[in-house]
């Protein structure tokens, strides 16, 4: 997508030495726009774990580069095993992303399946990092075409009437390698000449949808409003909600979906108020191994510290960070919560729209 006019990646192979692998550092924005570049596995481990990188398409993506370094550091004498702790080091930096565990497992079997040379496992690790994230841009891509319909219909309801859409946290292209899962429909209807509207939750504690959502969105030109977190109850109970889209983390057999906290409470608000809510992700975010998200999908429980202090700029331009709460206050902070089927209109993969429960997604996803 567009940064200043100019396309980029969240991530990619450093082109003057591909035993470098670059992405943009999502800790910097929205106030600055700056590429770092990772060389050892050590490199992925902290920029998964410390959200320079994040969004659960792109900490797969990652993880399917730092797989790549993983076999560049690898010991000819011990390949495999090396290998394999890579593996593990990677998929424990954070819990609730399937996507995550896919890419580390997904390269593991391309790499370690075979009886061939060292340097040709090597080679596979590249290709397999290229095509992971190559599958995420592509998977976004269909499932902007496939949302675009439903913006359609809503359009085509309302006379052309702008449609607003609401949207929580950043499921955008900064959370895969391109184009976003519940941004990419938004992006689709913008460039088809569809009137829309996009109400940005804040997205409180660490503002995704403040520092990131509406980042992109300026970029791109699409209409929208920064909201408080609370608000969306009230926007709906007056009409001012044609629409929720937003993304996941993970995605039970059951259709339940894990997505940053606070999305189970617009979708409760949502449904109170007959508001259509649509979760969109690539099939990667899967779980079939689980059936019922609420009780089993493992959610990441993160420092105190971001639910006490906020960053962001000061009057004289500059970042800083400020402690909102008494110097004694403790906090929790849960990361994501899950959203029961029962609260979802509709799934929105790569392969089409369709409903959240076992025997719909068993039919697009046959295992
Ligand atoms: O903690 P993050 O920023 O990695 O959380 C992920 C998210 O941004 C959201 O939950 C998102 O809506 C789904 S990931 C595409």
């Known amino acids: 997508m567009l940064v200043n006019g100019k396309h980029y990646r969240t991530i990619w ?13 999502q800790t910097k924005l929205p106030h600055s726009f700056e590429t770092l570049d990772l060389r050892t596995v050590e490199d992925f481990r902290c920029a998964i774990k410390d959200m320079t990188v994040r969004g659960a398409g792109l900490i797969g993506a990652t993880a399917g580069y730092g797989m790549y370094i993983a076999a560049l550091e690898a010991k000819n004498e011990n390949f495999d095993d090396d290998i394999k702790k890579s593996g593990e080091i990677l998929a424990a930096t954070r819990p609730t992303a399937k996507n995550l565990s896919w890419a580390v497992e997904r390269q593991i079997k391309k790499i370690c399946d075979n009886n061939l040379s060292c340097d040709e496992k090597r080679k596979i690790a590249k290709a397999e990092a ?18 675009l319909e439903i913006i359609r219909e809503i359009s085509k309801k309302k006379n052309g009437k702008t449609v607003n859409i609401l949207t929580h946290c950043n ?3 900064l959370a895969f390698t391109d184009y976003g899962s519940a941004l990419s429909p938004i992006y689709a209807a913008k460039n088809a000449g569809i009137d829309i509207h996009v109400w940005v939750d804040e997205t409180r504690p660490r503002n995704q949808g403040a520092s990131l959502t509406a980042w992109e969105l300026g970029q791109e030109k699409v209409a929208h409003h920064l909201i408080a977190d609370n608000c969306g109850g009230h926007l709906m109970q007056h009409g001012l909600v044609d629409m929720a889209i937003v993304g996941a983390d993970r995605v039970s057999l059951g259709g339940d979906a894990a997505n940053k906290i606070g999305t189970y409470l617009k979708a409760l608000a949502a449904k109170d108020n007959n508001v259509p809510f649509y979760v969109a992700f690539p099939s990667s975010t899967f779980d079939f191994e689980i059936f019922d998200g609420v009780k089993e999908i493992p959610i990441e429980e993160r420092g105190s510290e971001e639910v006490r202090i906020m960053s962001g700029k000061n009057k004289d331009g500059k970042v800083c960070e400020v402690q909102i709460c008494p110097d004694s206050t403790p906090a929790k902070n849960w990361g994501f919560d899950v959203t029961p089927a029962r609260l979802i209109t509709k799934l929105i993969t790569e392969r089409g729209v369709f409903e959240p429960s076992k025997e719909a997604i068993l039919k697009i996803y046959p295992i």
Do not use: H, M, Q, T
Not at 134 to 147: L, M, Q, S, T, V
């Open 130 to 147: 290229e095509a992971i994230a190559n599958e995420d841009a592509e998977f976004c891509r269909k499932i902007g075409e496939n949302g």
């Open 171 to 173: 499921a955008g292209w």
């Open 13 to 25: 192979l450093n082109k003057n030495d591909e035993k470098i692998v670059s992405i943009i550092d």
